[in-house]
């Protein structure tokens, strides 16, 4: 097995939990974050030899809610373990408000390449309904920081958010491309079990934008951003020539990585193990020198290969019908045959013999779609 050359490391801290957001991760418990680095040491420590890696992406939570100072502190961790490799890409989520003169100046210096910025949206409106405790304004700024430092800046904008029109979305894709971030993330909002979202959705307090809505939002973000010059690589991102995210086309290509921090999920090719999703309770026994793992779903190499269909087809370039048997063993037919007939003939997938790729029209529809393969 190779060693894994790409690695993540999950930062559980944020200022507040904004009321759509299931992630892993603590609000307004900065006193944890001594203990979490403690605690991320001794899980370092799991992986014997340096590892060389290619890709590092920090994720939350907020990373960049640790500050300069913080930052700083954990790389000095980090770097005991997870080595970049010349040209490496090593991005940090961020928050606008955190994105200062400082904070730029200390990206620069660790090394990081990459600043992904949860911004949202860059209507007012918008923003407040989402919950977030940025303004527009905070967005640009955080911007320009990034670009003037030569760092690649990825905009997170979020689509369907309670009471935003078609047309709000097509201005914040027009400021997106008018901000000249180099990559786009476009999500729409899910309304997850457990958040404040979703009890005023309960309570009707909240309304979800309707279906047909939703999609237009989808495809206008299409439209747009393939006019604008960016490629529509996956499901939900978009790059300029040459920005796509490294780091997560690893996992689309089912690449192993290594994954640190509390619900952090590392894969070996085969088996995805997961740490403890509570913040608390993965610091508690990582601490204690308990095991912090969570699940560990050990896969077959036939439910090994379905997964490699779906992360293939939510990307732009599809599926290579030879190299999936390569790199699966299987022949595609033998997997999912039916299923790519069946969506070829609805106008969800054209397949050419060598590559199999979703159309617009599957791509819209594409989570529905995994059922037929993942049996
Ligand atoms: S800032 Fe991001 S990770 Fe933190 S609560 Fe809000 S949506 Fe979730």
Excluded at 6 to 21: D, K, S, T
Excluded at 190 to 196: K, V
Excluded at 201 to 209: K, T
Excluded at 343 to 369: E, I, Q
């Amino acid at each position: 097995m190779h060693h894994p050359r790409h690695a993540y490391v999950h930062v559980p801290f944020c200022r507040h939990r904004c009321g759509y957001c299931d992630f892993t991760l603590v609000a307004g418990r900065d006193d944890l974050i001594e203990r979490y680095l403690a605690a991320l040491a001794i899980e370092l420590a799991r992986v014997s030899e340096p590892l060389e890696i290619a890709t590092l992406y920090l994720g939350g939570g907020t990373p960049s809610h640790l500050g300069p100072g913080g930052l700083r502190k954990l790389f000095a961790l980090l770097r005991e373990r997870l080595v970049p490799a010349a040209g490496a890409e090593v991005t940090v989520e961020a928050n606008p408000l955190d994105v200062t003169g400082d904070f730029v100046a200390v990206c620069r210096d660790l090394g990081i390449t990459r600043v992904s910025l949860g911004g949202q949206s860059l209507d007012a409106a918008t923003l407040r309904s989402l919950d977030r405790d940025h303004v527009p304004d905070d967005v640009r700024r955080a911007v320009s920081l990034l670009l003037e430092a030569g760092l690649v800046a990825s905009l997170d904008l979020m689509t369907a958010a309670p009471g935003q029109t078609l047309v709000g979305v097509e201005a914040d894709l027009a400021a997106a491309v008018a901000l000249g971030v180099q990559h786009v993330s476009v999500y729409c909002l899910t309304w997850e079990r457990g958040t404040a979202f979703e009890s005023a959705r309960r309570r009707g307090d909240l309304v979800p934008a309707e279906e047909s809505l939703e999609q237009a939002m989808f495809e206008t973000a299409i439209d747009r951003l393939e006019a604008a010059g960016f490629e529509h690589y996956e499901v939900s991102n978009f790059a300029r020539p040459g920005f796509r995210c490294r780091h997560n086309e690893a996992y689309w290509d089912c690449r192993p990585w290594e994954a640190f921090g509390p619900g952090a999920a590392r894969f070996d090719g085969r088996t995805r193990t997961t740490n403890h999703r509570s913040t608390t309770t993965w610091i508690r026994k990582t601490l204690a020198g308990e095991d912090a793992t969570g699940d560990v779903d050990a896969m077959t190499d036939e439910q090994a290969a379905r997964e490699r269909i779906v992360v293939g087809l939510r990307r732009g370039d599809g599926l290579d019908r030879e190299a999936f048997r390569v790199q699966t063993g299987f022949p595609l037919e033998t997997l999912a045959g039916a299923a790519v007939e069946r969506w070829v003939a609805a106008g969800l997938a054209v397949d050419d013999g060598r590559h199999v790729r979703l159309t617009r029209g599957g791509l819209l529809v594409s989570d529905g779609l995994w059922a037929d393969v993942l049996t």
